[in-house]
């Protein structure tokens, strides 16, 4: 069993950066991959980016990749997600979870946080 915490929201100007954390329970953080995912209002959740279990290359969405970067160390079982260049599209609820296999799908993540509002103002 994992339990997530995000941190990191709020409301930022167009152009602007946050950054956003995941915190993990447990002493077994270091065995699955993180991804984080976005849900804009009236839309469905979609993924942002995700990093293996080791730590390696991260793979982004297109419409985060130059801008966002992904990142996790796992003696502090924490993820974080470092966004830069802030759009208005970017406005949305960001979710961490835990999977147990690479991959860009929902379905392959089994454990999830409550989320994180990040509002983005032009």
């Known amino acids: 069993q994992v339990q997530l915490v995000e941190s990191g929201g709020g409301l930022v100007q167009a152009g602007g950066s946050l950054r956003l954390s995941c915190a993990a329970s447990?002493?077994?953080?270091?065995?699955?991959?993180m991804g984080w995912f976005r849900q804009a209002p009236g839309k469905e959740r979609e993924f942002v980016a995700r990093?293996?279990?080791?730590?390696?290359?991260?793979y982004y969405a297109d419409s985060v990749m130059g801008r966002f970067t992904l990142s996790r160390d796992n003696a502090k079982n924490t993820v974080y997600l470092q966004m830069n260049s802030l759009k208005r599209g970017d406005t949305a609820v960001y979710y961490c979870?835990?999977?147990?296999?690479?991959?860009?799908?929902?379905?392959?993540?089994?454990?999830w946080g409550q989320g994180t509002q990040v509002t983005v103002s032009s």
């Open positions: 447990g002493r077994t953080f270091s065995s699955y991959t």
């Open positions: 979870a835990a999977g147990r296999c690479p991959s860009r799908s929902q379905n392959e993540y089994d454990y």
């Open positions: 990093i293996t279990r080791s730590g390696g290359t991260p």
